[in-house]
């Protein structure tokens, strides 16, 4: 099921909640709703399942209008952050209650509860109630009773926000394959960025009621086309500065750590404009055997270190500018004897030096 939204609105008097939103969910997909808290995406996905009311705009399913269609006649499967499962039911019964509704026989009601109990691999917990299970069960429970009723769209409202770090992985993987298994377009709200990175086949960033970028996880992140994406969708050291030159796609950028040349630019820039530089932490580069080699040479001081284990964090400041902080991550890092107050030469490759457009204040969000 293809889902669009044509300049849809959503107003509470002089509020705006979403703003002319234009946007495609490709049939069949793992689309993530992405963004700070109060930036709509909550509010996109109850007037997707019809629990809100469009102020304007059209919403289609497939082509079909369905703004005004009543939530009952969608044919959507919602799956609730506080999984609102009946507590005095079985498993079995809150998977049949929504099934019961659809007025299904006997047979159909078995057949359909016994295929979600097998993808949900909760065969075993039947007569269970829900008080009887952990955190990740109950969250399958609520997954199986919303396959159950076989939906055009699945809508998951920050599903894992209430379970641990383990549990969270697990349920990770179980949506995944469901998905797989099941095919059905599946649009999934969270402010999670690992989980959106890890598990979307598209994303959509959203602040302050607009759609800021939609683009699979990958592009995103290495083609963010405003600070707010590329601070936003994982860590980024974000660098003000001046272009000063420009040959065909090469930039060099003026900036308080000196002159960087950068190969990647998100939009197209004059020489004179303003600018911010991204550079993910993990593209920053020791000059650990001292050879001096390397492109964006910059000459830091080590302010903090953080180990890790399987990877260190150096806080790095610059002579030129105490309040310019830039994170460096390391994995498999060599032993060094790099310690606060160092002085440690750095370089940035040109292709990870990407040219945004200068940082404008958006706001706190909604």
């Keep these: 099921m293809e889902v669009v939204f044509n300049k849809v609105c959503k107003r509470y008097g002089d509020f705006t909640a979403v703003n002319e939103l234009d946007l495609k ?28 009311t469009v102020t304007s705009g059209k919403l289609y399913f497939d082509g079909k209008d369905v703004t005004s269609l009543p939530a009952a006649d969608r044919g959507i499967g919602m799956v609730f952050q ?7 039911m079985t498993v079995y019964k809150n998977i049949e209650y929504g099934l019961k509704l659809r007025k299904l026989t006997a047979s159909e009601v078995k057949s359909r509860i016994d295929d979600v109990l097998t993808i949900t691999q909760l065969t075993n917990f039947t007569h269970r109630l829900p008080g009887q299970l952990s955190g990740g069960q109950q969250q399958r429970v609520a997954l199986a009773r919303a396959l159950a009723i076989r939906p055009n769209v699945l809508l998951l409202d920050e599903p894992l926000s209430n379970l641990d770090a383990k549990l969270r992985m697990e349920m990770r993987d179980n949506i995944l394959k469901i998905h797989k298994q099941t095919g059905i377009t599946t649009v999934y709200v969270t402010h999670d960025q690992k989980e959106s990175l890890s598990m ?9 009621g607009d759609l800021i970028q939609t683009a699979s ?7 963010p086309n405003t600070p707010f994406i590329a601070g936003f969708i994982g860590e980024t050291n974000l660098i003000e500065g001046v272009v000063r030159k420009k040959e065909g796609d090469i930039y060099s950028v003026e900036t308080v750590l000196g002159n960087f040349v950068a190969t990647r630019a998100s939009g197209n820039y004059d020489i004179g404009s303003k600018v911010s530089l991204s550079i993910r932490p ?9 050879n001096g080699q390397g492109d964006n040479p910059i000459q830091l001081k080590v302010d903090h270190l953080t180990y890790l284990g399987e990877s260190e964090q150096f806080l790095l400041k610059s002579a030129q500018s105490d309040k310019q902080i830039i994170k460096a991550n390391f994995y498999h ?17 040109k292709s990870d030096v990407l040219v945004l457009p200068a940082q404008v204040e958006m706001g706190p969000g909604t």
């Excluded at 993990?282 to 001292?290: C, H, K, T």
């Design 200 to 208: 979307g086949t598209s994303i959509s960033v959203m602040h302050a």
């Design 282 to 290: 993990e593209a920053i580069a020791i000059d650990w055997s001292g």
């Design 82 to 88: 506080n999984y609102a499962l009946w507590p005095h």
């Design 25 to 52: 969910i490709e049939s069949g997909s793992l689309h993530f709703l992405l963004g700070p808290s109060g930036c709509g995406k909550t509010t996109t996905l109850r007037m997707l399942a019809g629990l809100e």
């Design 217 to 223: 996880p990958r592009d995103l992140y290495r083609n």
């Design 333 to 349: 890092a060599p032993d060094h004897s790099f310690s606060e107050g160092d002085s440690i030469q750095c370089f940035v490759p």
